[in-house]
């Protein structure tokens, strides 16, 4: 009488879990879509100098730069691992589409300016 059906159980948790991949996909986009303007706005400003460059500003734009690489890269494996784990598929495409638009993006504006 105590015992549970663990497939049903695990059946009822994934028809719960993907009826929620819609809705998480939409919130997923908009905060990549936040986390990749405020990494942008860290590398211009890390890169803006009032006066001589000195050897402490160098160094504190390399640190900046190499900060919001580990934040950007960390953010992306976590959020792929996190949204595959759960087995939310649209989560998964629109995470990897969110947070790899704006760079190529960038990087086409950059080499269609050149």
Known sequence: MGETDTMS??????????RVDAPVAVLVAVGNTLLCGALLLMMITSGINFGPPGSTREAEAAATSELVERLYFGWLAGGLLLFASCRLPRAVLSHLVSMAAPPVTLLALFAAAI
Request: glycine share 10%.
């Open 9 to 18: 159980d695990g059946a009822t948790w994934y028809r719960r879990v993907s």
